[in-house]
């Protein structure tokens, strides 16, 4: 038994899916998207000249004020922990992982 034919291109055209709502239009538009692309580019130029020590200490603040400032986040790693460690494991080492 053979499947259905395969379709010429002319035939596909406008059928193409469309994407889900929440990325449609989520764009911004504007005067509001230049001025993303611009904060994003000022920090690609200015972060880029920055060492890797510099960035790499910025991120770990950041990331430090992130975890304690996010119970939710915390909250849902530390289940992932208590999956990838086992039951068997204490409850600080889920913690701490």
């Known amino acids: 038994m053979r499947g259905p034919e395969p379709r010429s291109l002319a035939d596909m055209r406008g059928s193409e899916p469309r994407a889900p709502a929440h990325v449609r239009g989520s764009r911004p538009r504007g005067a509001s998207g230049v001025l993303h692309l611009l904060a994003l ?51 600080r080492a889920h913690a701490r992982a």
């Open 41 to 91: 580019w000022l920090l690609v130029r200015v972060a880029g000249r920055l060492p890797a020590r510099v960035l790499d200490t910025a991120a770990t603040g950041v990331a430090a004020v992130v975890w304690a400032c996010s119970a939710h986040l915390r909250a849902i790693t530390i289940d992932h922990m208590r999956h990838a460690l086992g039951v068997a494991a204490p409850p």
